[in-house]
């Protein structure tokens, strides 16, 4: 068994621990506060998720490295042959709201590509799975990306400030934009073809998608950046250059309208 194979299986188990914490705190006023600088909204139900997290995975991969979002970062890591790429709740406003669209996002990172990665929404029962070569599954059950050949009549998980006219030098594409709150989430939906693509031109944390990019890649979508440019993680900076993941046809239109 390959090693992407004993490591998915201890994602998915750690995946569906962390929903059993997130499933005690859900809709219950869990204490709120925000992070410095404007990072946005934490809970205790973050810190619950990666403190338990934290300790079983390294436990059990002692050797690896370590970047979540809610632990403080170090240089560490940059020197790891293998890391755990973490976001313990993917959507914590979601969470906050009372959402079920949030989800824990977990990944192994091997020499900068994702080579497992697990997305688990628990107040759905959702777990989409897949390591390096494996394809994808949700629940088990194969899936794959659309088949939809072009922008028209496409379906696009994304916000506003990505259709302002400034990021499209050949013309604002003709799609149909949708919302969901976790960008893990959003790059599983397109994985599992229900949306034809999502994206997003922010600098992005690599956290929120690394699961997503294996997922995508391996159900058969195109997994860029912003720019068209191929993804690495374990960078310094803990960030990619944004993230366009979709049907192949879909994806290639789509950067057409960006380098035209």
Known sequence: MQASDTDLTLLIDAARAAGKIAA???????ETWHKPDDAGPVT???IAIDTMLRSELL???????WLSEETMDTPDRLAAERLFIIDPI??????????????????????????AGVVYLPMMDKIYASAVGRGATLNGAAISASALG??????????????????WPGGVPLI?????????????????????????FRDT????????????????????????????????SGQVAGVVTGAPGVHAALMRRRAA
Do not use: C
């Open 205 to 236: 944390w690599e956290w929120d998608i690394a699961a997503g990019v294996l997922i995508a890649h391996e159900a058969g979508a195109t997994v860029t950046d912003g720019h068209g440019g191929p993804i690495r993680f374990n960078n310094p």
């Open 176 to 200: 149909t934009p949708q919302y969901r709150s976790s960008l893990a989430y959003r790059m599983s939906l397109v994985a599992e073809g229900r949306f034809d693509a999502m994206m997003t």
């Open 59 to 65: 436990a059990a991969r002692p050797g690896y490295g």
């Open 90 to 115: 993917d959507g914590t406003r979601a969470f906050i709201d009372g959402s079920r669209a949030f989800a824990h996002s977990l990944a192994v990172v091997e020499h900068g590509q994702v080579i």
């Open 150 to 167: 072009g922008e028209a009549d496409a379906t696009v998980l994304t916000t506003k400030p990505n259709m302002r006219a400034d990021h």
């Open 24 to 30: 005690r705190h859900f809709k219950r006023d869990p």
């Open 44 to 46: 205790e139900a973050d």
